[in-house]
């Protein structure tokens, strides 16, 4: 493989496109469909009594009013429960249009279809729907007090209780030398993406075939899940993610109501509707994630090293299940991080609540278990009086210990065991980057100049690359032109460059020739989809191993067509040549013409390639047995488990001693995701993940009151962190290349995120001396906590035991 | 394989919705499209001198006018000669819009686009073009005469020149006890399907791809054409022939002008465009084909054995040969037959002419051939006084001599070697079929009764199933239902219903349960197109070849499922089962849920089907190397070379004594296509050629003036047979297997057509006694002829030897 490519930190091809205003998303589409809009519940818990759509029925412009009564057969069934899983004994879905109770403030309940939106919105508020108000259980606590149930049939509100141990946690912690136990809150927040939601369909009476575009990040899965509710053959259905402004976890859902309504009433109309989300709608009626409150119980030596470890969770899953349990099981999987914590006990119950649907945000329940441990050894660290990177490293697995198994079971349902990564050599780095070792000086130093000032740690290992495959096609054609294509989606991560850069690697042409498409069932219809930070190592591998296909079919017929062995030829800027004799070379474009037997001579060199049209006269016949025309190559990467990126972050911060505000100072990042593709799209990636980590660590919380209403549902009240607020970051690469595939990769597309809030925690509970265990800390949180801790000696830091 | 349904005579699948009016045919798409419409040389031969649009522009609802300055780059270029061949040293091609010269009658020169047809039309009409007026070269002879030239640039209007040799026949006819020389004329007919030519392009400017649905027998070569024309990549280009209302032969042509035009006036306008090709164009800007003189020197012995043959044709390709000289080369190869010649020459001159371009036309050069070589066996009968079968017995080819190499080259470039066959027995079988042995009595009879009638024969070889591939592709989804795509193309044969037997017979599943896509690139990209007789052969066999891999991935799946050895099991109507064991089952339908890790739950049977999302806990990666998800297989069958059908045709004809009429009284057809897929459409096949050779051999022809304007350009002046002129058809099936492909099949989808001609003409010969040289023979041609032969005893039978 030539590595001229991989590697190189070369710009994002895509982005002259996108920052010049000619990227096409979704609602830069269809401009002459029809709109929809929904009547959505006002009520976070309602009997629905009465629809009355008269008043609707004189805007000019209306052209259909659907109400689940109007939704036939399989189009109004409830949802699908995509990843069911043993212990979500009681899992629940929604109907597409809600059929006799709304569980959540923005359920959709009525669909209106007009000539446009405006009209559409005209006539849904001329809609009166009745409602009985049921009483709305809203937050952990009262969901797991269970005075009301969200749903009539699910005791407990418990949706799931799921228990996985390793050695005796409880007989571990009782017999340590050391004991802590404590509780975190962790709230919730939402993955924001700039562009919400939307659909576009178009029915083609002449080809009765559908094409939906949908900002999803899983076209393939929309095409299954339409296929089947709308009773049409997938040859029948094409989807195509367009320009997609941002997923972050929320577009992975799938089919959420609107892509199976919009779809079906396309058909049903015989028109092209669209429907995009608006912001409300994002806030109330599409997904959130984070919150839990966790219960922690921790026994350790006098080294600070954790003997056991017991790990309770509440999980708010919001009204329904539809993408199952995996935020909870992350959690309590990837908490571990870098560390042996010797005996490990979790314990987690997912809730019901009146509130919107909780399914992953990127990261996706890491934050909330990494804050977990990453509080924990602060707080071990501090009971002991031990320096806490000094505990940390006291819990590392050692570089000669991998594979190591941690011993559970991961979301993939494979065992936890992590490839590889050097966590000591990390930490010394992370602790080089932001200035550990010399930090008490420069404390010292802000503190005589009235600063108060802090610094922070945490580490985090994250798996990648999750299963169960993805595939990747290849084509070269006869202007050798590179047809690369992968049924993932793209949601701004750079997959243009980066899978265009392995195909110029793995096939020695320039990178300019090499196009990317993804998410588009037309050029590949099998795949899973763009989340777990998989895309890398699941598509990238599967195009590299496409290419190398296309390259051996290459280099046989250019070995035929220059007589010379196969095994004495090399690509060179999409030439095949004779190593060592670049007169003995043929362009890949002529052998893509020559791969065909069908030689048509639509061009010159075509003509020239050629003598006859179709086949020679020798007894072989033009395509071999197990051969196929066309210069192109096909495979799928399919991991036994997942690859485990890793990663320390660090952080300086002040505190203004009279306002609370907190600025960060410094922060630093060592990220470990195997072979480099790209290093600066993986700083990128980091980069905004940090920003994005920053929102959550200090800004983003949703604000629900007792009815269930979301207080701050728009971007006036919703806090996200701008460029002001995002420090400057330093970032430090380590290469522990994956054993697991054949590239060496790790996927980096969450890890920025994961530990903000445990570092920001780590750097204010240091700069302040107050415990910090709840996550976003905002500065008139840390204000308040401030008063309560001069009253309260135990919220001091370092005075927890048990 | 089960063969519950290969070789049953099930009714057509596509009737019901093609007779019932719900075919889609080219002209029922795209209603709102934009017309074009095209302004057309008057003159055979012309330069083009200026054109003068000024008059068009005030037309209401006129889009664009383009003419050949118009066209950019590669738009205007030439179109392709798309099957060079070294003896076609002189190969032209025109240009989309002509180019200073005009060399036909209908040569397209201005292309309009308006609102709707009518104002493409008025808006043509008031275009002036003015023409220099060229001398025409029309009819073979003025073509060979040379006097002038068709292409300046092309000597004596030469195009091709071609000799085969099999031993040395001159000598071989100089050293023979008997020999005869005598001229054949055929006249031009054409194709003539009921639905022309058509197009229909949209461009989408949401996703930059272009679809073109165009009624053509080869829908990804015109897109191959599309991509290097329009410079788009060909992932870019959906090419999808819809229904489409035959073509024989002429609609493989590619691509056409208009194929060219509209596809790029859609996209340069933004647009859609649809061209419908009205009957008068078809008829002069379409193609040809039958066109020749033959001058015929044999020598043979007292039995009638052939020594030696010696063919030269001279053949009319019309004004440019895009689709080169595929016709003379099969008339010189296939006119051979059954027969073993002893040493043969056949010598073709190709020529141009200022008629439009000639094309392969059902039977392609065939009944030019068997009209050459059935002529000769009767005329040696009748020169030794022998039974014409007896003459035709001694020269047939033994069973027991199969492989039998001719010694020649074939239309593919591979050697002309017939795979399989039982002429003797054929032969018996088609005289008893007829009633061949008590002819002359029957003769007797009616001559008693004042009537003249006359029995003839004629044998055939064909070549089917050429090469070079067809793919097929067989998905079974997760309902059971059985995709199977192929790229080539439907014209009306049946491949709806053949294509079905195969794969519910491969797979065992229900008829029911399949359906079929043929000719639409999104479904399968590579193809070489129907025509030749090879759509059962190749794509036939292709989709019994996925098949088998699909029937093996889901016994393996089964398998261990049900915890068999596949080996066990069997597939009885869609339900895998360990064979006696009918309760050990598991449907299809699971399978295929079971064939994609990425179990999504979207229904009840997948939920059971699978307890847990992704992947299980082994060490065996999801997708296995080598394997791929889904239930689904692609294989090409690609031939070593063509297979041979075989058939004999025979005829009793009375003729009226005074007006020459020609009646059918009696016609038998023996066929041999290997194994029979389904008897009934291969008869339909039969029975249609049949009747296609009945107009062949006694009423079309094109009728050029001195100037090259065709006289009977309308289907009131160009007679096609009635179903009153078409005789009820006797037809008895030979089965000789084919041992070149896994189905043992054979073509037959030309077979009908290819030896009318002969058979009438021996027929009649043998009714009149008049020496039968042209074809067609028209009831007023007889009436001359008997003119004729009453002043020229030359002209009786028997009296011609040299």
Known sequence: ??????????ARREDPRLLTGQGRYLDDLGRDALAAAFVRSPHAHARITGIDVDDALDVDGLVAIYTYEDLPGQVGDPLPLLIPHPALTHGRTG???ARDVVRYVGEPVVMVVARDRYLAEDAAERIRVDYEVLPPVVGIENAAAAEHLVHDDVPGNVGAHLVQEVGDAPAAIENAPHRLEFRLDIERSASMPLEGRGVYARWDPDDRSLRVYSSTQTSTSVRMALAARLGLPKTKIEVIAPDVGGGFGVKVVHPWPEEV???????????????????????VAAAHERGQVQHVRVGFDDAGRILGLDVTILHDHGAYTPYGIIVPIVTSTQLLGP??????RVEFTSLYTNTVIVTPYRGAGRPQGVFCMERTMDKIAAHLGLDRAEVRAANFIQPDEFPYDQGLTFQDGRPLIYDSGDYPRMLDMIKELIGWDGFEAEREAARRAGRRIGIGLGCYVEGTGVGPYEGGH?????????????????????????FAQIAAAELGVPIEDVTVTTGDTRRFGYAVGTFASRAAVMSGNAIALACRKVREKALRIAGEALEADPRDLEITDGVVHVRGNPSAAIPLRTVAVLSNPLRYAFDEEARRATQFAVGGSSDEPPVPAGEEPGLEGRDY????????ASGMHAAVVEVDPDTAEIRILRYAVVHDCGRLINPRIVEGQIHGGVAQGVGGALYERMVYDESGQLLNASFMDFLMPYATEVPRIRTGHMQTPSPLNPLGIKGAGEAGVIPVSAVIASAVEDAEGIRIDAMPLSPDGLFRLRRRAAADPGLRVGRVAV
């Not at 560390?339 to 490990?344: E, F, L, N, T, V």
């Not at 290849?474 to 980066?498: P, W």
């Not at 990467?637 to 485990?644: E, G, I, L, N, Q």
């Open 1 to 10: 493989m030539s590595t001229s490519m991989f590697g190189e930190p070369i």
């Open 95 to 97: 109907y597409p249009l």
């Open 261 to 283: 309504l919009v779809p079906w009433a396309a058909r049903l109309l015989g028109r092209e509707i669209k429907w995009t989300e608006d912001r409300r709608e994002h806030f």
């Open 339 to 344: 560390y042996k914590p010797g005996a490990y």
């Open 474 to 498: 290849v084509e070269v054609d006869s202007t050798g032109r590179v047809h690369v294509a992968t049924g993932l989606t793209s949601q701004g991560q750079g997959h243009q460059t980066v």
């Open 637 to 644: 990467y399919s991991p036994v488990r997942s690859t485990f």
